[in-house]
């Protein structure tokens, strides 16, 4: 068997290739640094995204449902992939007992795929909204759709319980256990990585490049027929230019909230390809070559663009959608002010039942000492 240590797979920050039991410092508070401020851009925004898709009046929209799960995706990607490779790159080596080793392991690369599919997702349902409008996807359909991408990332991770484990790393008898893979001599670590890459990167990637092509047509196409419509109004007759205007005005043409939305998509695609394609050419390239720098930092660079995928969502969506974030800030501020006021009323309303208490049982003292008085009186 071989033994591995691959950053796809997550390692232990800085490791020394030659030496497993040391590592290099430098480069190891690099990538403290960098995970540090992934993790923080990443929870922020997308639960500020979470927020915002939740307290919106629209948020029954097909295309706020697959931001939503691509956002519960994304925070997947911080809590359980960020964060544990955080500590371990702080702590060096993993503390803990084999099944917590294997679990880890197993909800890193969940993320991965589930953030993967749900971009798929939403770009496939950006190419049939564009190219086929008349079309209607139930929302029973699309939950299919997004519970099918979830099963599929955890169906697709399982591997990653067998392959993983805490045992011994350095020479035999040296007593220092770590979170390592092994796989089978020497083609087992190819073909897992290669496989990885396919399912996560490359089949992904084709997917949402033959879908951007079909948009990219159909709008072109629409532009065509917009420019027509225009030409043949300005040279039809003012007696004939009502029943003209009527039939040209019947072609479809794509709605601008439409265009808007695949534009989104687009530059969160855009965003997904640069921050992935340096970490999986790196890691392929330590996969088939025996001679990689591993070691050199913008090799360990290259490795940590990819977090870089979780927080950059968030930033697109509030370019493209910022009445979202517009929305939510109105709602802070309208349940703040009614928080401060319902806060004042009920001050007023205790200050108010108090002095009526404080009457209340003054009336009623009164008239039982005047009632004693009396009594005392008439005796």
Not at 25 to 52: D, I, K, S
Not at 151 to 171: A, D, H, K, N, Y
Not at 178 to 207: E, H, M, N, Q, R
Not at 277 to 299: I, K, L, Y
Request: hydrophobic share 45%; charged share 15%; net charge positive.
């Amino acid at each position: 068997e071989e033994s591995w240590n691959s950053s796809l797979i997550n390692g232990t920050g800085g490791l020394n290739q030659t030496n497993p039991l040391k590592r290099n410092e430098e480069v190891a508070r690099v990538e403290v640094t960098v995970l540090a401020l992934v993790l923080f851009l990443a929870l922020a925004g997308n639960l500020c995204v979470l927020l915002a898709i939740h307290t919106t009046k629209h948020s029954q929209s097909r295309m706020y449902y697959f931001m939503k799960h691509l956002s519960i995706a994304d925070l997947v990607v911080a809590i359980f992939q960020v964060l544990p490779q955080l500590i371990w790159d702080i702590t060096f080596r993993f503390y803990g007992p084999d099944i917590l080793c294997r679990l880890v392991k197993y909800l890193q690369v969940v993320g991965m795929f589930a953030s993967t599919y749900m971009l798929v997702l939403m770009s496939i349902d950006r190419c049939l909204a564009i190219c086929q409008p008349l079309r209607s996807l139930h929302r029973r359909k699309d939950r299919l759709y997004v519970i099918f991408s979830w099963i599929l990332s955890l169906l697709f991770s399982i591997p990653q319980m067998f392959i993983f484990s805490l045992r011994e790393v350095g020479s035999a008898g040296s007593g220092v256990y770590d979170c390592w893979g092994d796989f089978v001599k020497p083609w087992g670590a190819k073909a897992y990585i290669t496989w990885i890459s396919l399912t996560i990167y490359i089949i992904p990637v084709a997917i949402l490049s033959i879908c951007y092509g079909l948009i990219s047509f159909k709008i072109w196409q629409n532009f065509k027929l917009k420019t027509r419509r225009e030409q043949c109004i300005n040279l039809t007759p003012k007696t004939t230019k009502s029943n003209t205007l009527a039939r040209v005005s019947s072609v479809k043409l794509i709605s601008k909230a439409k265009i808007t939305t695949v534009k989104m998509t687009f530059v969160i695609v855009v965003a997904y390809i640069v921050c992935w394609t340096p970490f999986f050419s790196v890691q392929m390239w330590s996969a088939w070559d025996p001679a990689a720098p591993r070691e050199a930092m913008p090799f360990i660079i290259s490795m940590l663009l990819a977090s870089l995928n979780s927080c950059c969502n968030p930033w697109i969506y509030m370019c493209f959608a910022g009445h979202l974030f517009q929305d939510l800030r109105q709602n802070l501020l309208c349940c703040s002010t009614r928080y401060l006021k319902s806060s004042q009323c009920h001050c007023e309303r205790d200050f108010n039942s108090s002095h009526k208490s404080n009457s209340s049982t003054f009336a009623i003292k009164s008239t039982s000492s005047q009632r004693s008085i009396t009594q005392t009186s008439t005796t």
